[in-house]
């Protein structure tokens, strides 16, 4: 997927879809790959701070991310032809 398309699926889902911009578009001189996970990363720190009823920083995110095994998982399944929803679902996000 091309940044432009990528940029726009991922932010099919944030509160930023609205606005004329988005943080992420900061980072659009990094590869897919790598913007794709910080969406799986994004996703899944809401999903642990509901589950948990408590507030995790980006840092023990991406370490809980690791610890967890889906940084792994996500390497494994990753793939330039899923948006992030496909790749979410794959992760069972």
Not at 33 to 51: A, D, G, P, T
Not at 65 to 78: D, L, Q, R, T, V
């Amino acid at each position: 997927m091309n940044h432009h398309n990528l940029i726009q699926d991922i932010r099919g889902e944030c509160e930023c879809e609205l606005c004329d911009y988005c943080p992420l578009e900061v980072l659009i001189h990094l590869e897919p790959r790598i913007l794709e996970q910080h969406k799986m990363v994004e996703k899944y720190k809401y999903i642990i701070s509901k589950r948990d009823k408590k507030s995790y920083s980006w840092d023990e995110t991406y370490m809980s991310w690791s610890a967890s095994g889906m940084a792994e998982a996500f390497a494994k399944i990753y793939s330039s032809e899923l948006n992030h929803n496909e790749l979410a679902t794959r992760l069972g996000m």
